[in-house]
């Protein structure tokens, strides 16, 4: 479990400038949601956290990420590291689907160039699958295709395969907005689970859910014409009952976006 810290995060794509010297501190052991209107840079912020903004060909960016203290863009540093360390689950469930739920547990290992006997991966699969939730629901079809499970099953098993490199942070883009409220109240649960291992940071437009789920809380905006930035942050509960900036109020009683 690790702090990551961003600061002072500006990103572009091509001359639009997105994000404007955005720094936030995500405590380990702490969930951090990041919420804020559409277009407001939320998904751009937490991409820049592992490394992904730099895959969008006009995309650049100004700032720091540090895990730990460490500089998760320095030269000498792996991209692969970033990534292993800074997991990632995305809003629509992507799992490989012609792939079996067992092998989508233990795919990330390849790409991390990690070894395992058969053994250890029948324990990491299990391991894996009971922290996500899912372990009783497929631990007699584990050989079956990943494409035949539900939308909130294909996000619990995107979640495995996120823990199974064992990551330090894990960051969520809206991981429960395409799943019905069953779904999404199992995967929190799951969330408050993990926060005992790993740092999460997830960005949500469900203001229950951030309330639910997170401790620390950040309101991004991106008033008319100006790139985004965190109008306020602190303690979620504070930020519900008692917010400083009448913005935040507004937005969190669902004055506006
Ligand atoms: N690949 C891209 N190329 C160009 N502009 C982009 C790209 N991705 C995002 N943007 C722009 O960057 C800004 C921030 O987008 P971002 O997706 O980070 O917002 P968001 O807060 O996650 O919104 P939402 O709540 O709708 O997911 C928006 O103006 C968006 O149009
Ligand atoms: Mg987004």
Redesign the pocket.
């Known amino acids: 479990m690790a702090t990551l810290e961003g600061r002072n995060i500006s990103?572009w794509?091509?001359d639009?400038q997105?994000?404007d010297r955005v720094s936030l501190t995500m405590p380990a052991g702490v969930v951090t949601s990041l919420i804020?209107?559409?277009?407001?840079?939320?998904?751009?912020?937490?991409?820049i956290l592992n490394r992904m903004h730099e895959l969008?060909p006009?995309?650049s960016l100004a700032g720091e990420v540090l895990l730990d203290g460490e500089d998760i863009y320095d030269p000498a540093r792996k991209l692969v590291d970033a990534r292993k360390d800074i997991g990632m689950v995305f809003?629509k469930p992507n799992p490989f689907p012609a792939q079996s739920i067992y092998d989508n547990v233990v795919a990330g290992l390849k790409l991390t160039g990690t070894r395992a006997s058969r053994d250890e991966k029948d324990e990491l699969v299990e391991s894996c699958l009971m922290k996500a939730g899912l372990w009783k629901e497929v631990k007699d079809r584990l050989r079956a295709p990943g494409a035949g499970l539900s939308g909130g099953q294909q996000q619990r098993l995107c979640i495995a395969r996120s823990l199974a490199v064992r990551p330090r942070v894990l960051l969520m883009?809206?991981p429960c907005s395409a799943l019905d409220p069953t779904s999404t109240r199992v995967i929190e649960e799951t969330m408050l689970e993990l926060a005992h291992e790993v740092t999460i940071v997830i960005?949500t437009?469900n203001m229950q859910q951030a309330q639910r789920v997170s401790q620390q809380c950040a309101f991004?905006l991106?008033a008319q014409g100006t790139p985004?930035a965190i109008v306020e942050h602190g303690d979620t509960d504070a930020m519900f009952a008692d917010p400083i900036d009448p913005r935040t109020f507004d937005y969190v009683n669902g004055r506006f976006g």
């Not at 804020?36 to 991409?47: A, D, E, F, N, V």
């Open positions: 990103a794509f091509g639009h997105v994000l804020g209107p559409s277009g407001c840079g939320k998904s751009t912020y937490l991409r969008v006009s995309a809003q883009d809206e960005v437009h991004f991106a985004g």
